[in-house]
């Protein structure tokens, strides 16, 4: 089969100023100071692979490095060395609720979500209610995005994610704030995913999702890439025991 | 709601006419009434509002995008979209504000008895060159502002020199003449002076345009080269830390 995400040697550090110098003006004041950079290796020489098809699990304590991943994978940021090829149409789904305008009501920003993810007009004519169906957040529609819990909000962001044609799904931590009955439709649509042959890589934190869904997984610490396997070899294994949900 | 929001848009667009209009009323009382240099410049309302005109849209279409990129940077931390897309949004606004307010200018022709002439298509080609120039000097801005934060105050500084060193509500012909040469450096007294004289052809101890203070059509060029460099210069250092925009915003 072939690969959808191939990574190899990917690594990522920024660069983190021990005094903060933001302000023009500081050039002229202390134009002879040199600033003193920490270097924060978020990666270090990442690779694997992703089959087309396959149900790719991400984990790891928090600050391994795992949003750095994605952003890497879906373009966002650009890696220090390394190279990253992905097949298909890719579609993020990083960070919850940005890229929403919290003035406007849930409507306009279906349309302009979805526009910016790449739906013409026509399909998202096609799709609309469709997308508010399935968040169920019909009663709301015309409500303003700032008066959105957080659940509300990730019901429509996932709905509007589930909409957009792809090949390879990036979703990074989008359970978390579901209720019990809106994940359950989540999980129904991973198995349609399956069924279609989608490729998704999947970041959590939740052990039982991995194990349930995931053909493979990898353990990112520290910005190393600690083991990657069947979910049950590698979550049961014996490691750091940094694993806090 | 739609009726609403359409009222809105209407009321964007007032407002948008009536601050150059308020700053042609402050300047036209001051300078045409008050201290009268007016009587050497003939037209000098029209005069004015060309300059005013031609100038809230260079700073109203930098200042937007000088903070465009911050204010974008949720999305630009979402989805990998080429960044420049971002500013170039932000400066259509500022292009549709500016179409609105050539309405006023019309009217001002028509009062002023400004008859029409083929020069007037000269406009186009020099309106090109300013969009160009604010794009330049735009994107660079908002390329730095990433990094500094305080390029904003910086350029609300330098909007204000700005102003009072393009000749916009004095006629530049009471310069000095090395301080002519200077002004004409820049690419906005040169694009200015070439729009006032394509639509009033007046000719008169004020109507200055490059071509005559640097003698001939080669030193025409001075301005525009430099429009044209800026432009290409931002647009490099744009790309160059355009990818890193994600993570620096």
């Known amino acids: 089969m072939a690969s959808a995400i191939e ?39 990442v690779t694997f692979s992703v089959e087309a098809g396959e149900f ?62 790449g739906l013409t007009r026509r399909q998202l004519d096609a799709r609309f209610d469709e997308i508010l169906e399935f968040s169920e957040l019909e009663r709301f529609v015309d409500q303003k995005l700032k008066n959105y819990s957080s659940g509300m909000l990730m019901r429509l962001a996932y709905s509007i994610a589930i909409q957009i044609p792809f090949d390879v799904l990036l979703l990074d931590e989008v359970l978390a704030v579901g209720d019990e009955s809106f994940q359950q439709k989540c999980f129904a649509t991973f198995e349609r995913f399956k069924v279609e042959g989608k490729t998704v890589v999947l970041v959590t934190h ?40 | ?18 601050k150059p209009l ?70 259509v606004g500022t292009c549709i504000t500016f179409l609105v307010n050539i309405s ?49 105050q910086l350029w609300e500084l330098g909007v204000q020199l700005l102003f009072f060193a393009s000749a916009i509500f004095y006629p530049i012909g009471i310069l000095p003449g090395w301080a002519e040469k200077v002004a004409f450096v820049n690419p906005f007294v040169q694009i200015m002076q070439d729009v006032r004289h394509a639509v009033l052809g007046t000719s008169g101890p004020n109507d200055v345009t490059a071509a005559s203070v640097y003698a001939g059509a080669g030193g025409r060029a001075i301005p525009i080269a430099l429009a044209l460099l800026i432009f290409l210069g931002a647009l490099a250092f744009f790309r160059r830390e355009g990818r890193y925009f994600a993570e620096r915003v």
Request: hydrophobic share 50%; proline share 5%.
């Open chain 1, 7 to 45: 990574v190899a040697g990917v690594s990522k550090s920024f660069l983190i100023p021990h005094e903060q110098r933001t302000y023009f003006k500081e050039y002229f004041l202390h134009p002879f100071r040199r600033t003193q950079y920490e270097r924060n290796e978020a990666l270090r020489d």
């Open chain 1, 56 to 117: 790719f699990g991400i984990f790891g304590p928090n600050g391994s490095g795992k949003s750095t991943l994605l952003r890497i994978l879906a373009g966002i940021y650009v890696a220090d060395a390394g190279r990253v090829r992905v097949n298909g149409l890719l579609s993020p789904f990083i960070e919850l609720g940005v890229g929403f305008d919290l003035e406007l009501n849930a409507r306009d920003n279906i349309r302009i979500n979805a526009t910016l993810a």
């Open chain 1, 206 to 245: 939740q052990l039982d999702l991995l194990k349930g869904f995931c053909d493979r997984v990898l353990l990112l610490e520290h910005g190393v890439v600690s083991a990657v396997g069947a979910p049950a070899d590698v979550i049961d294994a014996p490691h750091e025991g940094a694993l806090v949900g």
């Open chain 2, 1 to 18: 709601m739609r009726v609403l929001r359409v009222v809105g848009v209407i009321q964007g667009y007032v407002w948008s006419l009536a």
């Open chain 2, 22 to 91: 308020a700053y042609f009323g402050v300047l036209w009382l001051v300078f045409a009434h008050l201290l009268r240099t007016a009587n050497q410049t003939e037209h000098f309302t029209l005069f004015l509002l060309i300059g005013i005109l031609l100038f809230t849209f260079f700073s109203d279409t930098v200042g937007v995008m000088l903070p465009s990129i911050v204010h974008g940077g949720s999305i630009l931390r979402r989805l990998a979209f080429p960044p420049i897309l971002v500013p170039l949004s932000a400066s």
């Open chain 2, 104 to 152: 006023a200018l019309v009217v001002f022709i028509g009062i002023g008895r400004v008859s029409p002439r083929p020069a007037w298509l000269l406009v186009l080609p020099l309106l090109a060159e300013l969009y160009l120039f604010c794009l330049g000097v735009g994107l660079l801005l908002g390329a730095l502002y990433v990094r500094f934060r305080d390029i904003g």
